[in-house]
C-alpha cells in the first residue's frame, strides 16, 4: 500500500512509523515538517485524490490533525491511541487516516498500533451511517 506520513515536528516516532510501514512491504511517504493544518490537510488531499491508500498525520495531541484531516471530503480521520481502537476503526468506521499523538505514542504502541490498523479490513457493517458522512459531505441534509 502506499502511504503517507506527516507530522507538525520532527519527532524520532515519525520515523519509526514510517520504517515499520516500510519493512511490512508498504510504500512510506513523510512529507516536511510543517504546522499541523497544513500537514493534515496534504495527507487528507493525497488520500482523498487516490495518491496514497491511508495516511498517517501526527500533533502533540493528534486532535488537531484529526480534525484537519476531516475536513476533507472522503476522509474518515481516526484518533487512536491503541491497537484495539485502530482496528475498530478499520473494522466499522473504513477509516483511511490514522491520527496519532506525538505526546503519547512510544514506538512499542505506534508498532501495535500500525499493525492492527494494517491487520483489519471494513466488515460492511456500517453502510448506513457511512452513507449519511458521504451525504452531509455533499451538503444534503
Not at 85 to 112: F, I, M, Y
Amino acid at each position: 500500500m502506499r502511504v503517507v506520513v506527516a507530522a507538525d515536528e520532527a519527532r524520532p516516532v515519525v520515523d519509526h512509523v514510517a520504517r515499520h510501514l516500510g519493512e511490512r512491504g508498504h510504500e512510506a511517504r513523510v512529507l516536511p515538517v510543517q504546522p499541523w493544518g497544513k500537514a493534515a490537510l496534504a495527507v487528507a488531499r493525497a488520500v482523498a485524490r487516490g495518491e496514497a491508500d491511508f495516511g498517517v498525520v501526527c500533533c502533540w495531541t493528534g486532535t488537531g490533525v484529526t480534525i484537519a484531516a476531516n475536513k476533507v471530503p472522503g476522509v474518515r480521520a481516526a484518533l487512536v491511541g491503541d491497537a484495539a481502537t485502530a482496528a475498530g476503526a478499520r473494522r466499522w468506521n473504513d477509516a483511511n487516516v490514522l491520527g496519532l499523538s506525538l505526546r503519547t505514542l512510544s514506538e512499542p504502541v505506534a508498532t501495535e498500533i500500525l499493525d492492527a490498523w494494517l491487520g483489519a479490513a471494513y466488515e460492511g457493517s456500517e453502510g448506513e451511517s457511512l452513507a449519511d458522512i458521504r451525504d452531509a459531505e455533499r451538503g444534503a441534509t
